[in-house]
């Protein structure tokens, strides 16, 4: 049955409201709140937005039933989510024969045009996040060795691969590498087996925080004064501290990598940039949940919908790849969004490049407006 102009724009979000760990609350926050700004100023292409959930349970298998069903059932025309890049691949061929268009925060440097040709995602490429760790330990860090760990996730396997390449051709000695499963607590054997090596430095990529809490705990244990250089610590600073104690930040991070629209140097004036002004509008719309939700992934989700409107708008289509193209054109042009310009391209679906990443020692003092200070040099 054809649509008439006053029927709803179906949007579809992807969530992990169960599973390990269940932080779909996150995401979700950020997709309700793009969808009712979007209603009260006269919705996309003027229709309202109707929001159909899934949950993924932080499962690729879960994911591809979720996302059967919002196609199937609830007809959905354009999907949102997921945060994780294993189950972002595993829907990946499902989203491409339904034609399909999708805004993510996945990272893995596997979900590539080919492999996923109308999916783009707001965070960075995990090859983006090993350059730029890279040139960390390089330039300021002025290392010499350094020894990795990651999680078993599609992400952590390509950040191995990466780091070792990149490390190597910056002549830095990689002393060991350690994997484990995601959202263990005890890492011990691998943290034990990584200081034989001596390394100066140790980099850790994972896809959430427990992670992190885990290591900077296991680290304390065992008495390991090495420096530490992490994706994750900066972006998942609650989950970090749930795990790793409420001394986590103060036992050995050396660095947490996060991006420049986070954070603010000495002399910014508070509440003045898009996310500090984005802060407090998410602490207003969403006061009973505001203390446990991640502020940054809030807002990826917030602007992944907003993007959607722009592409459908400009478009007038709903269609996957007609979506896809104009985002390749047009990415950089999409204005006011909170986690800085954006650019993309037919090689490219990453909206968020190297240039946009910096390094901060302490992501959980923050100001008012939930930034921490990040080095200004």
Not at 292 to 311: C, E, F, P, T, W
Request: charged share 20%; proline share 5%; aromatic share 6%.
């Amino acid at each position: 049955m054809a649509q008439t102009a006053a029927e709803p724009v179906r949007l579809g979000a992807l969530v992990s409201m169960t599973g390990n760990p269940a932080n779909g609350l996150t995401s979700l926050a950020g997709y309700k709140m793009a969808v009712n700004e979007i209603n009260k100023s006269g919705g996309i292409l003027g229709r309202q937005v109707d929001l159909f959930v899934g949950d993924d349970a932080n499962d690729p298998t879960q994911a591809v039933t979720a996302v059967k069903r919002l196609i199937s059932k609830d007809k959905i025309q354009v999907l949102v989510g997921p945060m994780v890049s294993q189950a972002t691949l595993a829907i990946a061929p499902v989203l491409t024969e339904a034609r399909i268009a999708n805004i993510s925060v996945s990272g893995s440097s596997a979900i590539t045009p080919k492999v996923a040709p109308y999916h783009f995602s707001l965070f960075t490429s995990i090859e983006a996040v090993s350059e730029a760790m890279t040139d960390y330990i390089a330039n300021v860090l002025k290392v010499k060795s350094a020894a990795i760990i990651t999680d078993t996730g599609s992400q952590g396997k390509s950040a191995q691969e990466n780091l070792q390449r990149m490390l190597a051709a910056r002549g830095i000695k990689v002393t060991g590498t350690q994997q484990h499963e995601p959202h263990i607590t005890d890492m011990t054997s691998q943290v034990l087996s990584l200081r034989r090596g001596n390394p100066e430095v140790l980099l850790q990529v994972s896809s959430t925080g427990d992670d992190t809490g885990s290591i900077l705990k296991n680290l304390d244990e065992v008495g390991w004064k090495v420096k530490l250089v992490s994706n994750s610590a900066a972006l998942n600073v609650p989950m970090v501290m749930r795990t790793g104690g409420p001394d986590a930040f103060s036992n050995g991070l050396t660095a947490g990598q996060l991006l420049k629209a986070y954070t603010y140097c000495p002399g910014d004036a508070v509440g003045q940039t898009e996310f500090g002004k984005f802060v407090t509008k998410l602490k207003a719309a969403d006061s009973k949940n505001f203390a446990q939700l991640n502020q940054q992934v809030v807002s990826m989700a917030y602007d992944g919908v907003y993007i959607v409107k722009a592409a459908v708008e400009a478009t007038q289509s709903f269609d996957g790849p007609v979506l896809a193209a104009w985002i390749e054109k047009n990415a950089q042009a999409i204005k006011g969004r909170i986690n800085g310009p954006l650019s993309a391209s037919p090689a490219n679906h990453f909206l968020v490049g190297t240039d946009a990443i910096v390094f901060v020692t302490r992501p959980d003092k923050k100001r008012e407006d939930g930034l921490p200070e990040r080095s200004c040099l």
